[in-house]
């Protein structure tokens, strides 16, 4: 994804919040039918069909479908793969991590958020890693305040990373702001310095999407021009959420209620 530069952040109003949350929560029920529907054996082609059924079934449009021409309603990123695989004839098998990303616009307004499962049964760290993601989101989300700065959510997500083992954070992919489009300015590293870079205000709104491996941070994209993995095979999750900053702290528009 390509930032322009000198572009302004888009600030929302509560109104406009309240539309990215309908949007949000479109994202968070049909991750939640997908995490439920993750079985071994089952196909990814099968996990996209679930999204498309849930996303339409509300009303509202899938963000990733068609976008730069990616031909599905969700990512699907399996053990080594790290973001943006495209879902098909892979079979999810028992003990992997599958990474699941989604996207839904509604009355112009996306939310967009990304969980990790794991099918069956696993080894504990396996479970360890996206564990260690998800939490890493977590703390990157509670310094999604006003007054707080950009560095702020990417020292929050590093380190929770860094104090939990030799994990790799993946660097060539970032958050971003997200409203009238999913990908917008600015960019929200999962690394970074407390105090540095812009100061965070009410009415922003942010996908923060930490990506971690098991090994190095490096990632290739693969022939298909799409499907990002790790150059040493290592496995990966990804957890994301869109979050608002608001009077009253991070609100995370992209949970299923
Ligand atoms: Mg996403
Ligand atoms: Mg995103």
Avoid at 51 to 80: E, Q
Avoid at 170 to 179: A, F, N, R
Avoid at 181 to 204: I, T
Wanted: proline letters at 5%.
């Amino acid at each position: 994804m390509v930032f322009r530069k000198k572009e302004k952040v888009q600030i929302k109003s509560p109104e406009q919040i309240e539309l990215m949350r309908i949007a949000g929560r479109v994202v968070g029920r049909t991750l939640q039918a997908l995490e439920q529907a993750v079985v071994p054996g089952i196909t990814t082609a099968q996990l996209d069909q679930i999204a498309r059924d849930c996303i339409y079934g509300s009303g509202a449009t899938p963000s990733f479908l068609g976008y730069y021409g990616f031909p599905a309603v969700i990512c699907t990123s399996i053990n080594h793969e790290v973001v943006h695989g495209i879902p098909g004839n892979a079979i999810v098998e028992e003990g992997d991590l599958i990474s699941i990303d989604c996207g839904a616009i509604v009355d112009g307004w996306h939310g967009d958020a990304a969980i990790s499962v794991i099918a069956g049964n696993a080894d504990s760290s396996i479970h360890t890693l996206s564990t260690v993601t998800r939490e890493s989101l977590y703390a990157g989300i509670a310094a999604a305040r006003a007054g707080n700065t950009m560095g702020d959510i990417g020292a929050a997500v590093e380190s929770v990373i860094r104090s939990s083992g030799p994990y790799g954070i993946v660097e060539d992919y970032v958050g971003h702001g997200i409203g009238t489009e999913m990908h917008m300015y600015p960019p929200v590293p999962n690394y970074g310095a407390a105090g540095s870079g812009m100061e965070l205000k009410v009415g922003m709104v942010l996908a923060i999407e930490p990506m971690v491996t098991m090994g190095s941070a490096e990632v290739q994209v693969l022939e298909d021009e799409w499907t990002v993995v790790t150059t040493d095979s290592s496995w990966a999750s990804h957890w994301e959420h869109t979050v608002a900053i608001t009077e009253n702290g991070p609100e995370i528009l992209t949970l299923p209620q």
